[in-house]
């Protein structure tokens, strides 16, 4: 080959293309991000309404009713999901994988924004999903005397903003927090005496408090800007607040001032959700690292900067850390490349036993690290990080890099002993099979290069891999026809000493070549046997898929996993907190835990009979059990305790979903909840009773008490009150209200107006609110209304505007995945009723399309594989021939598989092919 013969020609040439490849390609991988998995923007968006108190099936019809038929027409959107519960709502919209996901993001900005909303609520925030953007760190801060409010001051006016400010740290937020506020308790026994409403407060409020800008003053020399400075700046200013309203009308000369009626405190916003670390209450801090930053150095510096906010910080008060996956990011990608150079040296330690002198060995050794550092060199351009798929792609590559050189090398040698010298020997060898090289290298290419091209969202996955391999290979073969033949023209030594070990490494294959011809010689005089026999095996094999487990992915041993807690609907915040406590103490009494964290009524809060624990285990040279059996252990011993209901997650499939991706995840959908509802009941039985499920759940809520309040229309027009005075008056005294804002240390806060919390306990209080008619007489509620209680839905799913229960679940030590999902489908069929459907989802669905891809690649590689090697053979039949080895390649896959009692999953199906 021409490009051959040019690298032995100019070996200066050829050398200085090796070290660039070297140089750049390390400085490449010292620049390359690391993150668990790729950095990639799944085709998702995600909008979040919040609209505080107001009931699920309220927000369903004037929310999210709304927001889906706005968006149902944005181009190349595939799926809308859609979950309600009290005062939230959450769309989540699945496009076209092929949809530019940042064009669809404005394209659904645009078509919310022609949407009239009501007033008073939040505007909606629109998100994309990315893995990248899960919190990479969980830190607490506590306290033993101090309170959270001054907790939370000085994570919000301190700690937030420093670690905002590290390298590689996107975004820092605190979950579970109480924001500062200025808090107005109204005291109903005072308006009473005073002849007050709430509404008559806040529109006292709304006079007496307000600033803003009345323009400018410009003369000959000069311009002023012009303000006026009504706000009261104090909360002694804000005491003093006159009452000018009294049903609407102005009220001159008044006595009555707001702390006459109520308290005014700087305080917090309600208590919604309790942060606990490691058993004392305080104020979690989640940290998101910037895109394409390296998780490791992030979770680095943050580590640092905690040590040195410690120091600064008061005796009483600790920040922590509590909950690091970079230290399993850290783990896995130090693993894999100590396992790259083992793998380096271990293959450069063959070659020597096998090619028998140093100077062939060094030279197929330094094709090594031109193929694998400059394979960094394209990652770094194609904006790849290190992670999870392009570290396997690395693993696999490291073995196939050295093929082509030693066929090369072998060939160039072959010429060698035949008395030429190095140049002639390197080029007559390298041109002689030169072909057959570069067809090798591209039938192995052809293999793996269509897992770059993968559907759907698993296929962004492994477009890295795919990719990665095949520019180490290609690498490989660069430098297998030019430099490996250029090193072999000056590096080849004749007669070199033969050591020991190479002898009788030399012997024995001299051995095994004469049993192999025997052999051979044996196989070839009896044909039909031996494809009958091999026919068996392979056949045989093939039983074996329905013996070993399948499953998406692994469960890795992290160090870490998460306990999800329920108490019956409608349980208060303090009576979850107090189930929380017991699974703390339990969590501390146990050697294997290190560390624990737990957020109680959900992050935004509103969840008051859920929380979530992050649970750290110690190091695994310090424990007995492996992480599953611990997590049994917990599951177990948990569901003694009693009063509530306990699920257990790890995250060896986190990012692989836009979700948290459960092993067994559905939905049903129809029309009517009490279908679905009764459906959803029987299926849960039914799955409980096979015992391949663990932690089963739904996403239906129902039970939640809510005091209704049912106007007697007739009564109230006849005491002239309206709707609207009634709506404003109960929901200003109960629900509570934002009226102005306030300042304080140079920043804004809300002002909140609410009756005091004894005076909102039960439905005896909201009958005690009296509300000021057209004639400004003050009328009891239980004169034109009636109050109950009656339970509600705490939460309503609807999945393309059809409403759906989703369940997910767990599975039982040694159930393959694959028999759990086929089950749980014909459990859910049985189950339904007429034109009510069955969908697969979330990890379930990852699952199948995970495999289906993965086997079409093999498939397409193997076709193209055929393409590239009937080319070289120049013959339809030859491929056919040398690609029958491939069956019992995947017999010895599922043989070994077997034996070692792994499972079928994403991993190992990579190896297969």
Sequence with gaps: MKISDQAIK???????????????????????????????????????????????????????DRLEKAIISVEGLKEINASVRQGTAIINLEFEIERDIDAALQEVQSAISRVRLPLGMDPPVIRKSNPDDNPIIFIGLS?????????????????????????????????????????????????????????????????EHDEGSAGYLENEKHEYNLRVLGEAATVEQVENIRITKRGGRPVYYSDIRLKDIARIEDGMTDRRSISRINGREGIGLGIRKQRGANAVEVGEIVNKEIEAINKELPDDVQLSLNFDSTIFVKEAVDETLFTLLLSGLLTSFVCWLFLGNLSSTLNVILSIPSSILGSFLIMYFMGFTLNLFTLLALSLAIGIVVDD???????????????????????????????????????????????????????????????????????????????????????????ERELRIIKAVRLIMEASTRGYRKLL???????????????????????????????????????????????????????????????????????????????????????????????TL??????????????????????????????????????????????????????????????????????ESTGMYLDIDTDYREGMPEVTVTPDRKAASMRGITMKALVETVGGALGGVREGRYSSDGRRYDIRIRLQSDQWRSEADVKRISIRNAFGEMVPLTEVAKVTIVPTVQTLTRVDRQRSIQFTSNIADKVSQREALTQAEKIAKENLPANYSYFPGGGSKSFDEAFQGIYMALWMGVLV??????????????????LLALPFSVTGAFVALFITGQSLNLYSMIGLV
Excluded: C
Excluded at 14 to 31: D, E, K, N, Q, Y
Excluded at 143 to 163: E, G, M, N, P, Y
Excluded at 521 to 527: G, I, M, S, Y
Excluded at 574 to 588: F, H, I, P, R, S
């Design 10 to 64: 100019n070996p200066v040439f050829a050398w200085m293309i090796f070290f660039a490849l070297v140089v750049f390609g390390a400085v490449s991988l010292g620049r390359l991000g690391v993150s668990y998995m790729p950095d990639i923007d799944f085709p998702v968006l995600s909008i979040s309404v919040i609209w505080e108190g107001v009931p699920p099936e309220y927000m369903e019809s004037e929310i999210v």
């Design 143 to 207: 306290s033993k005397t101090r309170s959270v409010r001054d907790l939370f001051v000085l994570a919000d006016q301190t700690i937030v903003d420093r670690l905002q400010l590290l390298e590689g740290v996107g975004e820092v937020f605190i979950g579970g927090a109480r924001e500062r506020n200025l808090r107005i308790w109204i005291d109903i026994n005072k308006l009473r005496k005073h002849e007050l409403t709430v509404t008559d407060v806040i529109d006292s409020i709304s006079n």
């Design 405 to 495: 050189n030693i066929m090369i090398l072998e060939n160039i040698v072959r010429h060698f002993d035949m008395g030429k010298d190095k140049v002639k020997a390197a080029r007559d060898g390298t041109r002689e099979i030169a072909f057959a090289a570069v067809a090798s290298s591209v039938a192995v290419i052809a293999i793996f290069l269509p897992i770059a091209f993968m559907s759907g969202v698993i296929g962004r996955f492994f477009f890295q891999l795919g990719v990665t391999l095949s520019a180490a290979v290609a690498l490989s073969l660069l430098d297998a026809v030019t430099l490996t033949p250029m090193r072999a023209s000056q590096m080849l030594v004749r007669n």
């Design 521 to 615: 010689q044996v196989a070839l005089n009896h044909p039909y046997i031996v494809i009958f026999s091999g026919t068996v095996v392979f056949v045989l094999s093939l039983s074996l898929v329905f013996i070993i487990r399948t499953e998406f992915v692994p469960m890795q041993d992290q160090s870490q996993f998460g306990v999800q807690i329920q108490t019956p609907i409608g349980s208060s915040l303090q009576l979850t907190g107090d189930k929380v406590a017991e699974v703390e103490e339990y969590l501390q009494n146990r050697p294997d835990v290190s560390r624990y964290m737990s957020i109680t009524g959900g992050f935004q809060g509103g969840q008051s009979y859920q929380a979530i624990l992050f649970v």
């Design 618 to 687: 110690v190091d695994q040279g310090e424990r007995k059990l492996k992480q599953q059996a611990i997590m049994n252990q917990v599951r177990t011993d948990l569901t003694k305790l009693g009063g509530m209901r306990v699920f257990l997650f790890d995250n060896s499939a986190r990012g692989l979903t836009p979700r948290r991706a459960s092993p067994v995840e559905f939905t049903i959908r129809g029309g009517e909840w009490s279908m679905l509802r009764e459906s959803s009941t029987k299926i849960i039985k039914a799955m």
């Design 865 to 882: 594989a055929y393409m590239v090697l009937g080319a070289q053979f120049n013959s339809f039949l030859h491929p056919i021939i040398v």
